[in-house]
């Protein structure tokens, strides 16, 4: 199993979790952003670097994404992409997107972006939170046992 991130809108003391879960278990963890991230020196951590627009990180993604990976992503599309491939997927708050549930997500998400199109402000998501932080590191824990 590889660990993918979905960089550029993960949070800070999601990828600290993430820094050390690769360090302990030794998984290849890799970040993927369009725009310069600091990481730790380690043999486990690695970045790239993709080129800017739309979707390009999530497409880089899912082209290295190998059945079996993880990755780390709020982007819905993006986890229904990975599910598709035999990965999974897990956003930061801790959800771990499934094959049952990964529909009706697509179609909530779809609804909301037509009303955003038509004018209506739905707002944003809700801070990350503690209890958000910690399902998300209990989680990933679970995973990576089964994994290693």
């Known amino acids: 199993m590889k660990?993918?991130?979905?960089?550029?809108?993960?949070?800070?003391?999601?990828?600290?979790?993430?820094?050390?879960?690769?360090?302990?278990?030794?998984?290849?963890?890799?970040?993927?952003?369009n725009q310069p991230l600091r990481i730790p020196s380690s043999p486990h951590i690695h970045?790239?670097?993709?080129?800017?627009?739309?979707?390009?990180?999530?497409?880089?993604?899912?082209?290295r994404l190998a059945p079996g990976d993880l990755?780390?992503?709020?982007d819905i599309p993006?986890?229904?992409?990975?599910?598709?491939?035999g990965g999974l997927a897990l956003n930061p708050r801790g959800e771990l997107y499934t094959e049952?549930?990964?529909?009706?997500r697509l179609s909530m998400?779809?609804?909301m972006d037509s009303l955003r199109g038509s004018g209506v402000d739905t707002g944003g998501p809700a801070p990350?939170?503690?209890n958000d932080r910690a399902?998300?590191?209990n989680n990933l824990d679970r995973i990576l046992a089964k994994a290693v």
């Open 100 to 104: 049952d549930d990964i529909r009706s």
């Open 3 to 33: 660990i993918w991130v979905d960089a550029d809108a993960c949070p800070a003391v999601i990828k600290e979790i993430l820094f050390k879960a690769a360090e302990r278990t030794g998984l290849t963890l890799t970040l993927v952003a």
């Open 71 to 74: 990755v780390v992503t709020a």
């Open 78 to 85: 993006l986890a229904a992409e990975v599910i598709a491939k």
């Open 47 to 63: 970045f790239v670097r993709v080129g800017g627009g739309m979707d390009v990180a999530d497409k880089e993604i899912v082209k």
């Open 128 to 130: 990350l939170r503690p």
């Open 109 to 111: 998400r779809d609804f």
């Open 135 to 137: 399902a998300f590191a």
